[in-house]
């Protein structure tokens, strides 16, 4: 990861302690990968509190564990990782333990063990993949979209840098509320699709993108009227809070268009369409947005501003298209005769893996005898 830092131009200090970082955050990834899929497994069958209960479990442990490794060990800055990593690992174990215990998922009955046959047969393979590759493309466009504009904020110098960090480290807070009714989205939609209700499916991918609009509303005007103050939560650099907030207006402006983004994308992933989103994200960002924020930023003298500006851009086009495509580029009863059909090629193939270990019984049996 140095050498691309330092390619990318880049602070020879940040690319080392970057990297390091980084080295020690990934000794948690699987533990948030597991996470992430037990969190989704269960959300699918409407069970949302467990992962909820145990957030709140983890959240005090890991504000313990950044403050004693940052501020009172020798690890400082890299201490954070390390909490991190094992907050994950908390997170997935406790996770376990209580969809071990859960009535509910218990009586829904839908963990047959672990099946490798079934998981390693190709057919399964190719379904999951085919709405796993465009829900990863949709997801990753946006977020490695950011993480540009923050490469490009380090470019900049020191002071954007530093600002850039306050501004996403508060957007990444405030993009869980979209994110949030986006899940609640994906999961109503994708329920009300397989109870074969076109319907109850358009009503909760509409009643999912009403609810984003009221929200982001009320987030632009906090953000408005408290733009002089967020810099001071994370700084107290005078240089560092001023910038913030004259960039803070161009974050506000785009939160309609960000909750919009948030729930129609949730809607999207319901209908089994998340190749759609992942064209948006690819048209919005990096065709309009993240060319036009780098021309302002670098040729037009803009700075951070720059940068921003061509974010609400590219959001803006996400959330309003995509809306578009939920209210009058959705044929409902299809998505519903879609869903049906990849239900009974599911069955189909469960029929053949039921078929198959019978044939290995009665040849391990004739065996025996």
Not at 129 to 137: H, K, Q, W
Request: hydrophobic share 50%.
């Amino acid at each position: 990861m140095e050498p691309v830092l330092l390619a990318l131009g880049q602070q020879e200090d940040l690319a080392r302690d970057v990297q390091k970082f980084l080295r020690l955050l990934i000794t948690g990834a699987p533990a948030y990968i597991g996470f992430e899929s037990t969190k989704k497994y269960l959300q699918c069958q409407g069970i949302m509190r467990a992962s909820t209960i145990v957030l709140f479990l983890v959240f005090p442990v890991n504000i313990g564990l950044n403050i004693g490794l940052v501020h009172y060990s020798s690890l400082e800055l890299f201490g954070s990782p390390i909490a991190l990593s094992i907050t994950y690992w908390l997170a997935f174990v406790l996770l376990c333990i209580i969809t071990s215990f859960s009535p509910t998922h218990r009586r829904n009955g839908t963990w047959g063990g672990m099946q490798y046959r079934a998981v390693l047969r190709w057919k399964s393979c190719m379904t999951f993949l085919r709405l796993a590759i465009p829900g990863i493309l949709m997801v990753g466009t946006e977020w490695a979209a950011f993480e540009i504009v923050a490469l490009a904020a380090g470019r900049l110098g020191a002071l954007p840098l530093a600002a850039q960090s306050v501004i996403m480290t508060l957007d990444q807070i405030l993009n869980t509320l979209p994110f949030g009714i986006g899940v609640a989205a994906s999961t109503r939609v994708g329920n009300f699709i397989g109870l074969r209700s076109a319907a109850s499916a358009k009503h909760a991918a509409h009643a999912a993108a009403f609810l984003s609009v009221i929200m982001g509303a009320v987030v632009m005007a906090s953000l408005m009227f408290t733009r002089e103050i967020i810099g001071r939560l994370m700084s107290d650099d005078v240089a560092v809070i001023q910038l913030v907030s004259v960039v803070m207006p161009f974050v506000a402006s785009f939160q309609i268009a960000d909750g919009l983004a948030g729930s129609c994308g949730g809607s999207l992933r319901g209908q089994g369409r998340q190749h759609l989103g992942a064209i948006f994200n690819f048209v919005a960002y990096y065709i309009l947005a993240l060319p036009l924020g780098i021309y302002l930023a670098f040729e037009s003298h803009y700075g951070l501003k720059g940068l921003w500006i061509g974010q609400v851009v590219g959001l803006t086009v996400v959330g309003v298209g995509e809306y578009l495509t939920i209210w009058l580029g959705t044929d409902w009863n299809h998505e519903v005769a879609r869903g049906v059909q990849r239900n009974l090629e599911e069955a189909k193939r469960q029929r053949g893996n039921g078929s198959d270990n019978c044939q290995m019984q009665r040849k391990r049996a004739t065996m025996i005898s």
